[in-house]
């Protein structure tokens, strides 16, 4: 049968999500799931981000304001700079598309560490762009490996820091020095997705600024993460408006929902839930190195993260320890061949993993 | 100041959405203000989807599900067809802008009606792809013109059915007779997204099941219209699983938010609110007719609808008119030189339009 014949998507890997509990529940016939592969807030959405919703839900039949006026000025007030310095976008999803999408041009390359977040392979294959990777240097981002693949083809480098799934991070003097040996024509993406969670003394407090020393620079944040909003899509770029315009031209008419704006707006003001998250992380990842130090006899390892997750090296493949952690109802992500990515949750969750893993591991070490 | 060099966009159209009533009212001091320019819901959003969506608010810190098989599973129910036969996204824009990406190769183009959607234009130049206009026939979608134009470039033909924005529309022998001449390695998509307006008796009425004889159609519907659902952005594509997966390797990941898909299916089963809407349009479509034939003398005209708008041609330049409606409080959409498309309100809405446009055109016609 003769169909009308799509692109070529075989240079395009597929992003695999996480499954359900639903789903997870339904398939190994459980009671209860627990899912720690997506790094979503364990605590929910943010309360007073909930109540604005409902007040705003019979608005819902307009559409949308295109350029997300009201959250743009609330985002504005936040970070003390001006509203046409961010772009909107449905999650950071979108806006990583729209980025390959406006900038990189026929036979431009993008600059990536080799075990990052797969959105950036994603975008660049998307333009028919074969990434340049850069091997990572214990397990962090290597920067001067980034400075060194950089070349004429080269148009975007992306740098997530915390890096995603490894969760290490890049200081400001590590970043600073990076940025100022790149020429002005390469756009810098700056990922900060999991910022908040970060407690290193050195991490970056004030790269929402670095656009004004390098105005090639875009940081990216959400609000899928720490405010707890993963299902109203919302994400943000900050620059100077002239790299923003091109992104928003790619960008979806409406692609960010009212709903979302007024969510995005209220858990902004939020701090007290934010604060209270962020210490549940804090004390919690404590825990994990604790246990996993713990179970180091067994093969076990791990990075010390700056993110609301934490990378785990094992003894076994991580496919299988993932089918047997899913068995028992705990959902993680496979990273990589021996590795397992694993979101930071409540207390319950995080010892319902720990004992899992620990039989898990067990079983398969006396299981010839 | 150099500078990351973006693509090209000078060829892209811009989507210039209606202004928002808040703003509006802020223009022009005004304390009321009408819009009439996005063919939304005047009644607003569904009673029981709202319900739902309040239901699921505290679920939202979960990221959606990718490809949001509740809301599939509930639209094979309401059309009778199996679940993959439906790909979902955030409104049609983004389904538009998806087959565009999707499927026009280099060098091949995209035929559609010289007045229509303007997203047509704009999926088509984002590909490079200049589109292939075919002038309009008494308003309405030149069906001849469109065969004719199809050469071996062509990939893609659109068809707005009823078409937006001059509301004619195609009948199922018409549409049909059409296909019989389409080679099957062109994409036709029927972009459905006012069906539930139509009234005439010859109005396709199993367009979604085309697919059984041509499979290289494609169906749009959309939530953001007669569901009343335009911020919870859903729009829906109906055809064979090979058509789709293209699609969405290309739509974004998890474009379609979970409370989005709460609402929807809670609007499927809204019979009751969708038929009352039904019936207010067909009403009120009924007033209009009557009113601006009232106002031909003044040189005023409409074409008949099958939609929840009504295209007017008028004596002046549209956007004069626009503007003075626009000082009176009511907002529409100019659609051409001499056109506006205005979209049925309800009763006290559309008074206000009737009589904002009999003054407006008096007062110009009195001042030279």
């Not at 390359?109 to 762009?129: G, N």
């Not at 970043?175 to 040996?181: G, M, Q």
């Amino acid at each position: 049968m003769e169909l009308p014949k799509p692109r070529d998507f075989s240079q395009v890997p597929a992003y695999i999500p996480g499954k359900s509990e639903e789903r997870v529940k339904a398939e190994y016939g459980l009671e209860t799931v627990i899912k720690l592969s997506s790094n979503e807030n364990p605590m929910g959405p943010s309360p007073k981000a909930l109540l604005a919703v409902q007040h705003h839900l019979s608005s819902a039949f307009r559409y949308p304001d295109h350029t997300s006026t009201a959250l743009r000025e609330c985002l504005a007030a936040y970070h003390d700079l001006p509203a046409d310095h961010f772009l909107v976008s449905a999650g950071l999803e979108e806006m990583i598309n729209c980025i390959g999408r406006a900038y990189i041009l026929e036979g431009q390359r993008a600059v990536m560490p080799e075990v990052s977040f797969i959105k950036y392979v994603i975008s660049a294959r998307l333009m028919d762009s074969p990434p340049q990777f850069v091997p990572m240097k214990d397990f962090g981002i290597d920067l001067d490996g980034m400075l060194q693949a950089v070349d004429d083809r080269t148009k975007i480098i992306w740098i997530a820091n915390p890096n995603n799934p490894t969760g290490t991070y890049l200081s400001e003097t590590q970043l600073k020095e990076f940025l100022s040996h790149i020429p002005p024509r390469i756009l810098v993406v700056l990922d900060e997705a999991y910022c908040e969670f970060a407690d290193a003394p050195d991490y970056p407090q004030n790269s929402h600024r670095y656009f004004e020393e390098y105005p090639n620079v875009l940081v990216l944040r959400t609000f899928s993460k720490a405010f707890g909003l993963a299902t109203f899509r919302i994400g943000y770029a900050i620059g100077i408006p002239e790299l923003l315009e091109p992104i928003l031209k790619v960008r979806e008419i409406f692609s960010v929902s009212s709903l979302s704006e007024t969510a995005a707006c209220a858990a902004l003001q939020d701090t007290e839930f934010l604060e209270h998250y962020r210490q549940l992380v804090l004390t919690e990842k404590k825990r994990y190195y604790h246990e996993l130090d713990r179970m180091a006899p067994l093969g076990i390892s791990y990075v010390e993260t700056q993110g609301n997750f934490i990378y785990i090296t094992l003894p076994e493949e991580s496919q299988k320890v993932f089918q047997g952690l899913q068995q028992r109802g705990v959902i993680v992500r496979p990273a990589g061949k021996y590795g397992i990515r694993v979101t930071i949750g409540i207390p319950e969750e995080n010892d319902a993993f720990f004992a899992g893993l620990e039989e898990v591991i067990r079983e398969m070490r006396s299981t010839p």
